[in-house]
């Protein structure tokens, strides 16, 4: 497992300026640096579910394409969201559970998943997975079950879980549920149940597991503080990180594309939630390796998305976001979008978020109550909206 560094800003400069030449003599559609003049939006930015975003104490629903705001409700004081996955339903986690919203109508509706501390929402093949902190427990039900009936909560299966933890789970096509293994002391490994819950697989060689992303051929990679856990083909591997402390938290990933993106921290007392460095794991090689970012591009795990030709897109501190290559971490684009932010004081607080819908990246800006909508393949801004209040979380339908 390696460490190692990528070049600087001027490097991305020089290399972006080399791209922008190139473009211009062979019609090439390598990504580049645009001014981010705001544009209307192509019909290729639709999307087909609205995208909602938390504010204090309430919700907004928007349109994908016009970033129009189509309704405003009442909600607790922080909520989190998470796609349901069938592009139109979000779940917002409240002290209740997992209360449904409905980004069409739009309606923040009375359906609620209950769980005694709602936490992670996995989507994969179909399935929809909701993970209980407060018992372990697993919920499962079918992703577009809403679509058929919006009037009541789907049938589920529930998994019961053995000890309370923060956790989560992922259902595979075979039916396979991998889930993490934990308690009131802490979170150690992941074990693979089969379709009558017996379980076929572990490993506890995970501390602090935290986070899941499925890759290309169901790879699946879980977060560890001294690396992560790889499941494939049926069995466990652990990859280690380069430091002895080297926490992955969090894994940004295309179904399409064999390579994950990870978050990165190798200083447990560091202060703050600011990071500059990525973990790039290729599920197909079972390799990792940790990178340090150019100086000065500095994010929070709200800042990494996976885009159009399954690149990474990274929000900086500087108001940008870079186009990453997954595969080698160098930075192939710049597009500034909003201006320099500083990282929060808590990981609740409202700071920049990016999250991807096809071409399109939707940026939230709490300094100036505002949302972006930028062209991925351009970094052109199509569309700005200003909110009622300062954005906290965001998610597309």
């Known amino acids: 497992m390696r460490l190692r560094h990528v070049p600087g800003k001027g490097a991305i400069a020089a290399a972006v300026g080399a791209a922008l030449l190139a473009t211009a003599c062979s019609g090439s559609d390598e990504q580049t640096v645009t001014d981010p003049t705001t544009v209307s939006p192509s019909a290729d930015a639709s999307t087909d579910g609205g995208i909602a975003v ?30 349901v996955g069938d592009g139109r339903h979000l779940l917002v986690t409240t002290t209740g559970g997992f209360q449904v919203l409905d980004t069409a109508t739009p309606e923040l509706t009375d359906l609620v998943f209950e769980a005694e501390t709602p936490a992670h929402v996995v989507r994969h093949h179909g399935k929809t997975v909701l993970y209980d902190d407060g018992t372990s427990n697993t919920v499962v039900f079918d992703t577009d079950a809403l679509l058929t009936n919006n009037d009541e909560l789907p049938s589920t299966r529930m998994v019961p879980g ?3 933890h923060h956790g989560v789970s992922i259902v595979l096509e075979d039916g396979t549920l ?23 697989a572990r490993s506890e060689e995970c501390p602090g597991v935290h986070g899941e992303g499925t890759a290309a051929d169901e790879a699946v990679v879980f977060g560890c503080e001294d690396g992560a856990l790889l499941y494939d083909d049926g069995a466990f591997e652990k990859l280690t990180a380069p430091d002895e402390y080297g926490r992955m ?9 064999p390579l994950i993106v990870g978050d990165y921290k190798n200083d447990p007392d560091a202060e703050g939630y600011l990071l500059n460095m990525v973990t790039l794991i290729d599920t197909e090689a079972h390799t990792y390796e940790a990178i340090e970012l150019p100086d000065g591009i500095e994010y929070t795990w709200r800042g990494i998305a996976r885009g159009p030709n399954d690149q990474a897109y990274v929000l900086a501190t500087d108001g940008s976001i870079y186009v990453m290559d997954p595969a080698t971490g160098e930075m192939r684009g710049q597009y500034p979008v909003i201006a320099p932010w500083e990282g929060p004081d808590d ?19 709490p300094a100036s109550n505002t949302i972006h909508a930028v062209d991925l393949t351009s970094g052109v801004i199509v569309k700005s909206t200003e909110l009622p209040d300062q954005p906290n979380e965001v998610a597309v339908a």
């Open 249 to 257: 938290g969090n894994a940004y990933v295309s179904e399409t594309s």
């Open 347 to 365: 990981w609740q607080n409202p700071h920049p978020a990016l999250v991807v819908d096809g071409d399109i990246g939707y940026v939230t800006e």
């Open 162 to 164: 053995d000890e309370a």
């Open 178 to 200: 991998l889930t993490t293994i934990g308690n009131a002391d802490g979170r150690t490994g992941v074990r693979a149940l089969d379709t009558e819950s017996n379980e076929v």
């Open 54 to 83: 938390a504010i204090e104490n309430g919700l907004v629903v928007l349109d994908g394409d016009t970033l129009e705001i189509l309704g405003e409700f009442d909600s607790e004081e922080f909520t989190r969201l998470n796609a």
